[in-house]
């Protein structure tokens, strides 16, 4: 009778520690920076972890990874949940790479190079038209920031002309895509409302745009960003 | 002298430049680097060249794979140093003492590297100075010494100058001399040629001269051969005194009519009602579904298993099992060699070009040198999945291969999307042009061909029928005519009724065939087509990296613009024919650095598909 009764309590003490942990979500902290290559994510990177770029960047041939707390919150007191940042290289013959951070990833930052922008405005939008419309990005409808780099030069664009540009070639581009997969990575959705022309605001996910300069240190609207999304 | 040195991670932060080399090199060496070679899968190669405006650079790298660090020097063109490859695999050694992953700033190593420096450039001087004594010694011996005394300098100057220009080295093959100094291999042979000369390089610099001017004349004569396409016009022998009589080859009743062509009415017009084909969905619009990994995973590890046994080892079974739980300490060239081989020769068994295969697996052992081995992991897993990377790496495209956006783009400026056809003679790109042609039509694009092989019989008539078939317009004129003008008519054709697309279907030609490759790209340069299409056949061997090199090359040679037209894509046909020996496309992308846009697996319209890079990198892993 006390057998029984031993083991009734093992299970009940099993299932139940078993509920709490598939229950508690453990909420990820994850930020993914990507952008082309050459738009400035790993000067980024630097910045946020260390508060300046040191001697400089080359290329990146591999991500570059981290679980820290921003450097600009290094002097904060109290429980502040450390970030993971994933700097993924932007070299198209690399983009496989970000699949693999992608799923677990809380928040987006799209690096743009405000200065190079209209040159390179196609793929720009291209690139920023396969993750917004990535399965992982939809479903859990994971928050872009469009970071508008190297804003202190004086030739660089405003961020209303970047989104305005951003907005146009997306439309183009849902035009000539609808079902079409690009390579090997299949576009499983589509963005915006059929009938209606494309704007950041229709996204499922929360698309925001910025201005920042990684060079000078400009960068309290990142930042904050990656703050909301993981909460202490 | 060195122009600069530095030392990155890969994950592209600079650690460490030397401060007291002048100035900032000009353009952008280091990324143009890492993005035309590095990444390339090119790492096992001895140095990189990089020209700007206002500077040439050699650049020669090393890497730290435990670390992730990378090395590189670089120094102009023209000075041929030879303690470069020393000095990298000293400050290799001397930094990776000090690095560590927390740090970024390593302002302690500058007298180090100074001490290296000076060393380096020591040991080099007293190599060139023993260089130097023997030199004067041998010109006073008699004639036949001094060409014996003279080739062994020759070879030991060669031998010493092959390690600085290692890039140079494939030049030394044909006798191109460049601006500048002709050291390196050509030294051997011209010594050799010395009959008692007091100074060696005066007569080195004579033979130069003399050389040049033949090459001169000679290069001159083939440009006055005239560019006409070969003209084999067959000649209907009109007198036949014998009539001949119909063959009989077995019991069969002899067949009466035996043309088969259509009924034909008065000027020449095929009068048959043209249903437009509609075949279906092309296979370009038809998702792939990729098996899952994991079942190929297990299969891997199988084979790998029963390769390695036969596998002759040179230590005991125990001990190598003990390491591979254990963990190596550093994976040497040595470890390496024989899972290399086995990769290699699996990859030339699906039908990779040797060359390609020996240039892969350099660079993947490049790339895996000095790393720690994991624990629980053998060699052979190790290099597999590496060798993996390195294919997906390669195989996926460099820019983007949406067509359609182009001709969308294309079409707000108002002007046609041009796209030409190149190829060797029979690989299908007639075929394909039409398959291409109906993929676009089903996405509402307006087509039109432009029939520019002019030489082949029939080629004119097959695009006609095509046409007729798919509906569209077809821009002709006959044979005989110059392809480039035809095209250039085509694509002013196209202007003035509208057409999206323009295909031009040029005649297969043998890449050593000078006249047809200069015609062809005089077409390229008058025509500035928007895609340069090279269709290869996936039956094709060794032979792809001689085509399209060749092809590439002579595009470059010919072309009298300053910034010659390459080839953009590839186009792979008779995909169908192979089941698994899809080397070809791996060779092919290689060698050109231009992506597959499309895989042409059958005779049919639709069968048209894009290349699918994981399931080909798993099939030549297999």
Redesign the interface.
Known sequence: MQLYAAIAVLLMTTLFLFSIRLFRRTKSNTIVLTGLSGSGKTVLYYVLRDGSSHQGTVTSMEPNEGTFLLNSESNKKGKIKPVHLVDVPGHSRLRPKLDDFLPQAAGIVFVVDAVEFLPNCSSVSEYLYDVLTRASVVKKKIPVLICCNKSDKVTAHTKEFIRKQLEKEIEKLRASRSAISAADISNDFTLGVPGEVFAFSQCRNVVTIVEASGLKGEIAEVEQFIRERVKP | MLEQL?I?T????????CKELGDALKGSP??TL??SC???ERSGAASYNYDAPGASYTLKWTFHNEL?L?FVAVYQRILHLLYVDELLAMVRRGFSEIYDPKR??YNDFDETFRQLRKEAEARAEELKKSKQMVKPVNNNKKQGQVQKAGSDKGSKKSGGNLAADGGDGDNGKGRKLENGHSHGNHVENEETRITGVVNGKENTSSNISAFDVSKLQKRTKTGKKTDSVVNKGSKVDPKTKVTKKNRVWDDAPPQTKLDFTDPVDGNGNENIVVVAANQGESMM?V?EIISSDSEGEEDDDDDVEKDSKPEAKKKGWFSSMFESIAGKANLEKEDLEPALKALKDRLMTKNVAEEIAEKLCESVAASLEGKKLASFTRVSSTVQAAMEEAL???L???????I??D???AKEQRKPYVVVFVGVNGVGKSTNLAKVAYWLLQ?NVSVMMAACDTFRSGAVEQLRTHARRLQIPIFEKGYEKDPAIVAKEAIQEATRNGSDVVLVDTAGRMQDNEPLMRALSKLIYLNNPDLVLFVGEALVGNDAVDQLSKFNQKLADLSTSPTPRLIDGILLTKFDTIDDKVGAALSMVYISGAPVMFVGCGQSYTDLK?L???SIVKTLLK
Do not use: M, Q
């Open positions: 530095l990155f890969r994950g592209g932060l600079i650690l460490w430049t280091i990324d890492i993005r590095l990444l390339e992730g990378v970024t700033v619009d998702e997906v790496r390669i996926t495209p460099r820019r983007s291969i949406d359609l956006r001709v969308h783009a996405h894009k699918n890079v994981k």
